[in-house]
């Protein structure tokens, strides 16, 4: 397994692997890779002949007051596991390599971007769109995989690649849970032992969430006040959102038809945790 720094270097290799027939599957991910991460990595070996995955931690994304400094990076256990899981190549550029001096070009969307993870996190989308369209740019990858924990971001690059006509398939991967039900995220470390078991809030409202619906309740907002009533139960938690909204479009719905996603951003002390479920 390699692990390169430049662009340049990622597209030789992927040029001469496209030379020899093979296929290429694409992970990217902002590192301290768990076993959400290998699972899309796992999925990626199965599929592809080649895997790349990328681990940058992408400035564009944060905002003023985010966790930038502070986002947990460990690249030299990342590479063991990556190359653990069979991976072939890992980008590790610095922000200097993907943004240069003058950098002015950016891709937004509307519609998707406005609710949700949107709604709190204003230009979150608008550097996920660009930074994802420039590493597809990079690696010209055949497939692209990402996690369903970040649902409205799996709909949002779906979106994006049917819109802009990008030649390759978007695989979502199921979200990976702790035992105890917690989602799989590195933000996960930064929880006291206290805030670890206080975060389970999060899976096990989701869980009364989806009772009602599967006993037969249609009524989004019924919905979304069970889960509330739970979280606010829990003195460490504090909500950003909860809101049942429409699959594709990830507009909030009154009434619950078709496929609906039953979305939250949760604080669990400083630290926000997101967590879905489709039905």
């Known amino acids: 397994m390699k692990l390169v720094k430049t662009i ?10 496209k030379k020899e027939g093979f296929t290429i599957g694409f992970v990217p991910t902002m590192g301290y890779l768990h076993e959400g991460h290998g699972s899309l990595i796992k999925k990626a070996r199965e ?9 940058f931690v992408n400035p564009m994304q944060f905002g003023p007051s985010e966790d930038l400094e502070s986002y947990p990076r460990d ?20 922000p200097e390599e993907m943004y240069d001096d003058g950098f002015c070009s950016y891709v937004d969307m ?3 971007t406005e609710e949700l993870c949107g709604l709190s996190r204003p230009t979150h989308f608008r550097g996920v769109c660009t930074v994802v369209n420039k590493l597809f740019n990079i690696v010209q990858p055949n497939n692209a995989y990402f996690g369903e924990k970040d649902a409205q971001q799996l709909a949002i690059i ?9 030649d390759l398939q978007i695989v979502g991967c199921p979200i990976v849970r702790e ?3 917690l989602a799989k995220s590195s933000r996960n470390t930064y929880l006291s032992e206290e805030e670890r078991k ?7 409202s989701l869980k009364i ?9 249609k009524d989004a907002g019924k919905v979304r006040d069970a889960i509330v009533e739970y979280i606010e139960k829990e003195p460490l938690a504090r909500i950003d959102y909860v809101k049942v909204v429409n699959a594709l479009t990830m507009q909030q719905v009154q009434d619950i038809k078709g496929e609906v996603l039953v979305a939250m951003a949760v604080y669990i002390g400083n630290t926000r945790l997101i967590d879905n479920f489709m039905y």
Do not use: T
């Not at 340049?8 to 692997?17: D, I, L, S, Y």
């Not at 690649?161 to 990008?166: I, Q, R, T, Y």
């Open 8 to 17: 340049v270097e990622v597209r030789e290799q992927v040029k001469q692997w």
């Open 47 to 55: 599929n592809n002949d080649k895997v790349v995955v990328s681990i």
């Open 75 to 94: 690249i030299e256990k990342d590479s063991k596991y990556v190359e653990e899981l069979g991976g072939h190549l890992i980008f590790n550029p610095e």
């Open 110 to 112: 509307s519609v998707l």
């Open 158 to 166: 779906k979106r994006m690649v049917k819109d802009l006509n990008m």
């Open 179 to 181: 035992e105890d039900g």
């Open 198 to 204: 206080a975060a389970l809030v999060l899976s096990k």
């Open 209 to 217: 969430g989806k009772e009602l619906l599967e006993s037969g309740c």
